[in-house]
């Protein structure tokens, strides 16, 4: 059974840093994997999507990477802002048509 | 595009009561529907998948009759809680998978903006 692990489980920096969020997952038989931002109380917004044969993905100042044969995907965020103030959910998807396993996320806290 | 809107945003109850969520894609067909539950702090779980049409496809853990589950048409889903009771307060997430000919469309799932259950 496929498990996601995120960690840190939570985050708090300064506005302007870059930072790293990290996703591992336990089985590296992957269709895609996803990134997903969740404000407080509300639902999903969908940030990047990696198939499993690429290595990376940006949009804006998100860049996504994945190394599927070891099971990890990072999160970077450049030049981080008091908006980028969110959970942020890693989710893999094993089959193309399968449901998705998502990890519990990483709450990220920037100041002003 | 790809809109999925949920009804309602919020909802308080007695214990013992029934719940009705409605899941709707506005702008896009969706042969398949699924519903998550998330605890605080924790991640999304999936509960069951809806295919319009067909019995749900409920997850291991999952009491079918207590949270019956209707996709009557390719724009809706509907979840009913039964007999609520507090331990089923949660915030209940609905997704939509589009409708389409390309295997990239079809992997792709858009998230409504959830509901929050609360049962007294």
Same mark, same amino acid.
């Given at each position: 059974k496929q498990e996601v692990t995120q960690i840190p489980a939570a985050l708090s920096v300064p506005e302007g840093e870059n930072l790293v969020l990290n996703c591992s997952f336990? @089985?590296?038989?992957?269709?895609n994997l996803q990134w997903f931002r969740q404000d407080p109380g509300k639902g999903l917004t969908s940030l990047l999507l990696i198939q499993s044969s690429q290595r990376e993905q940006t949009s804006g100042r998100l860049n996504a990477s994945l190394d599927k044969s070891s099971g990890r995907s990072t999160l970077y965020i450049a030049?981080?802002? /008091?908006? @980028?103030?969110a959970t942020y959910l890693c989710a893999v998807n094993d089959s193309g048509y399968s449901t998705l396993t998502f990890g519990k996320g990483t709450m990220l806290l920037v100041s002003p | 595009g790809a809109v999925v809107s949920q009804h309602p945003s919020w909802v308080i109850c007695k214990s013992g009561t029934s719940v009705k969520i409605e899941c709707r894609s506005l702008d896009f067909q969706a042969t398949t529907m699924f519903w998550y539950r998330q605890f605080p702090k924790q991640s999304l779980m999936l509960m069951a998948t809806s295919n319009e049409g067909s019995k749900a496809t409920y997850e291991q853990g999952v009491e079918k009759d207590k949270f019956l589950i209707n996709?009557?048409?390719?724009t809706l889903s509907t979840l009913t809680v039964t007999?609520?009771? /507090?331990? @089923?307060?949660s915030f209940y997430i609905c997704s939509a998978r589009v409708r389409g000919l390309a295997l990239y469309s079809q992997q792709t799932q858009y998230f409504g903006p959830g509901t929050r259950l609360l049962v007294l």
């Open positions: 336990t @089985d590296s038989a992957i269709y030049a981080s802002q /008091p908006g @980028d103030s | 996709h009557a048409s390719l007999s609520a009771h /507090p331990e @089923d307060s």
